[in-house]
T-cell receptor, first 115, second 112 residues
Framework: DGGITQSPKYLFRKEGQNVTLSCEQN?????MYWYRQDPGQGLRLIYY???????QKGDIAEGYSVSREKKESFPLTVTSAQKNPTAFYLC??????????????FGSGTRLTVV | DAKTTQPPSMDCAEGRAANLPCNHS???????VYWYRQIHSQGPQYIIH???NNETNEMASLIITEDRKSSTLILPHATLRDTAVYYC?????????????FGTGTRLTIIP
């Protein structure tokens, strides 16, 4: 079955360490996105990519980095510059470039905790 | 993208229809209305979307007012598994602008 896989489901990081969250999709979607969700809050866009080797900052990109070397993969690195990284991270993908956008497919999320 | 307003929480009895309202009074002519839901600690799930006509699929119905300033998501026979946060989003499907902006949504609780 096609879908988006995020790993790991739970991740613990020590302060000052970088950590990379994995996101892989086999839907042949062009666009991929990373969102952050804090307790009781909506989703905030970190980065998005519409095509391989290209990506744009979202609303809260500071302290994060991404790469898009393959269509299927969009890893997110949470760097030590991110002051409050503890959150639930969601990856999504969508078809890009069609007049009718039928929405996003989301992964099941990675819960990152800084200890 | 137009801003949406949703009640923060609602309850509905199991087996009854759940009607979730959304106000989008500043919606533009080319903006669609999307609904997603998020069950606790999972990724949001696409439910339905529409432009101006009412829409129905296997999950829900979407009723959009004639002036398009508000809409209602209807879950016809709510079950306990429909307990979730429901997000109403409006946006135009422009090339190169596929971003969706999620607010805080409506927390729907289905009561046994």
């Amino acid at each position: 079955d096609g879908g988006i896989t995020q790993s790991p489901k739970y991740l613990f990081r020590k302060e000052g360490q970088n950590v990379t969250l994995s996101c892989e999709q086999n839907l042949n979607h062009d666009a991929m996105y990373w969102y952050r969700q804090d307790p009781g809050q909506g989703l905030r866009l970190i980065y998005y990519s519409q095509i391989v080797n290209d990506f744009q900052k979202g609303d809260i990109a500071e302290g994060y980095s991404v790469s898009r070397e393959k269509k299927e993969s969009f890893p997110l690195t949470v760097t030590s510059a991110q002051k409050n990284p503890t959150a639930f991270y969601l990856c999504a993908s969508s078809i890009w470039g069609q007049k009718l956008n039928y929405g996003y497919t989301f992964g099941s999320g990675t819960r990152l905790t800084v200890v | 993208d137009a801003k949406t307003t949703q009640p923060p929480s609602m309850d509905c009895a199991e087996g009854r229809a759940a009607n979730l309202p959304c106000n989008h009074s500043t919606i533009s002519g080319n903006e669609y209305v999307y609904w997603y839901r998020q069950i606790h600690s999972q990724g949001p799930q696409y439910i339905i979307h529409g432009l101006k006509n009412n829409e129905t699929n296997e999950m829900a119905s979407l009723i959009i007012t004639e002036d398009r300033k508000s809409s209602t998501l209807i879950l016809p026979h709510a079950t306990l598994r429909d307990t979730a946060v429901y997000y109403c989003i409006v946006r135009a499907p422009n090339f190169g602008n596929e971003k969706l902006t999620f607010g805080t949504g409506t927390r729907l609780t289905i009561i046994p």
